[in-house]
């Protein structure tokens, strides 16, 4: 007997592969689709759909095509790192234009232009949907608007939408790109789920697997997964279905925390913000103690101690606690060891990265691995420690940001001169560094990141320094 069985399923129900029939409308999302299908029709220039990683671009990308599908012709472009020579060529090509590598740009722009002109004869529209925009190089951006430059004396003949992920409104916030942020008629943002949302779409993907019975999930393990997926659909279908999983191993019919727990523990996932994934105190343990409220609570059997004032320290395990005067003072002093060595290895990252950073090329890309509290150094240690990283280590950079006012450590893997390159390296990531859902970045970003991290911390330094120097003068 399979999970599926066992719940009375026919089914999968939380497949990550995008499914247009599993399209889930709620979190504002039949609205946006509507918005998009509107603007289309109506000859609008160009549209932004911003949302985080996993937050269902793709889905709505998909259904989009099949909404407008026999009304207007779809180029959809997958590979956003294309020049912008390259970028009119994959155009052409994608409508079925005689063109090739040695057709002239301005006999390719004849030729579309000829073209566009004849289905809007026709009565047909032509839309370009570019994924993962925010990779995509600005001068390529450009020759993009360049091409809604063609229209007749009343419409456009082509329409563009653009899916990013958040890091498109940065690179739209440039000087020198203003004038394809003034031709979007139409900015739609993908929001998380709440928490009211996240239980009624874990209940609408159990009915459409054949599901019949009472809610599964307890309002505990709703509300513990909200926090662990920030809202975002690709990380709930991951997490529920793990959670079902180890529900059926032990034999239970409805899903509590503490199996939750167990899918969390296993995905190492926790709370997120704009597409960064916390570290250390963000675990899953912090994450079934924030579920909880922090205080004595009995959940699924299991008393959870009430929290101390002081800072707790970082957890990557559901083991019990320790007294640090209940251990050995052997085992203590040989732990301070370890954790000295390590962080040897820590500064000697971050120093082999402000060298990199300094060099790179801001036009090449690298893979985000995680994102890490600035205070929560051992963790970024025991990470850097961990079995199976020393492979990887000299292709492994650690830098100081400053994102909305706090202080954070970003881990980025490789530099990679094109978007394809990339890619196929994140999907050869070593299982180290796949735990928590990498994703690409351009290296400008991470860079300006950088640059202000380091500010905000020369200033911090100064302070500190100056405060000093007044307690002791």
């Known amino acids: 007997m399979t999970y599926y069985d066992y719940f009375g399923l026919t089914q999968a ?4 592969t995008p499914d247009t029939d599993a399209f889930y409308a709620g979190g504002e999302r039949g609205a946006i689709l509507d918005a998009l299908v509107y603007a289309i029709k109506r000859g609008e220039a160009i549209t932004k759909v911003v949302g985080e990683v996993g937050s269902g671009k793709t889905m709505l990308c998909r259904l989009l095509g099949e909404r407008l599908h026999g009304e207007v012709e779809i180029v959809y472009l997958m590979n956003p790192s294309l020049s912008p020579r390259e970028i009119l060529h994959a155009i052409a090509i994608e409508l ?25 004869a026709g009565g047909r529209r032509v839309a370009v949907f570019v994924e993962e925009a925010q990779c995509m190089p600005w001068e390529t951006l450009e020759e993009i608007r360049l091409l809604t430059n063609l229209e007749t004396g009343q419409e456009k003949l082509l329409q563009v939408v653009l899916f990013g992920q958040p890091e498109l409104d940065e690179v739209l916030s440039k000087a020198h790109v203003r004038q394809i942020k003034e031709r979007i008629t139409n900015s739609l943002y993908l929001p998380p789920l709440n928490r009211e949302e996240v239980g009624d779409y874990l209940m609408f993907r159990l009915r459409l697997a054949g599901y019949r019975g009472v809610p599964l999930f307890s309002a505990l393990a709703v509300r513990m997964l909200k926090r662990a997926s920030h809202g975002l659909m690709r990380r709930l279908n991951i997490l529920a279905d793990k959670a079902m999983l180890a529900a059926y191993a032990d034999g239970v019919q409805r899903i509590g925390a503490r199996y939750v727990w167990a899918a969390m523990r296993d995905c190492e996932f926790g709370p997120r913000r704009r597409g960064i994934h916390p570290f250390a105190i963000t675990t899953a343990l912090a994450m079934a103690l924030i579920a909880a409220g922090w205080l004595g609570v009995s959940v699924q059997g ?3 101690p009430a929290i101390p004032d002081s800072k707790p320290a970082a957890a990557s395990s559901l083991a019990p ?3 640090p005067s209940a251990e050995p003072r052997v085992a203590v002093e040989a732990r301070a060891e370890v954790l000295n060595d390590d962080a040897d290895l820590f500064r000697t990252r971050l120093a082999a990265t402000r060298a990199w950073l300094r060099g790179a090329d801001e036009n090449h890309f690298t893979i985000q691995v995680l994102l890490g509290d600035a205070d929560q150094e051992a963790g970024m240690e025991r990470f850097l420690r961990q079995a199976g990283m020393n492979e990887v280590l000299d292709r492994l950079y650690i830098y100081r940001a400053e994102l909305r006012g ?4 970003g881990v980025v893997y490789g530099d990679f001169p094109d978007y394809a390159g990339a890619q196929a390296a994140l999907e050869n990531l070593p299982a180290p560094l796949r735990r928590h859902s990498p994703f690409l970045r351009n290296l400008h970003q991470v860079h300006a990141e950088w640059m202000e991290g380091t500010q905000e911390h020369a200033q911090d330094k100064g302070m500190n320094q100056v405060g000093h120097e007044t307690k002791t003068g």
């Open 321 to 323: 606690a320790v007294s």
């Open 406 to 409: 706090k202080p954070m450590y």
């Open 302 to 304: 299991v008393t959870m």
């Open 13 to 16: 129900p939380y497949k990550i």
């Open 96 to 120: 079925g234009l005689r063109v090739s590598a040695k057709t002239e740009r301005f006999q390719v722009m004849k030729k579309l232009e000829a073209y566009l002109l004849k289905q809007h």
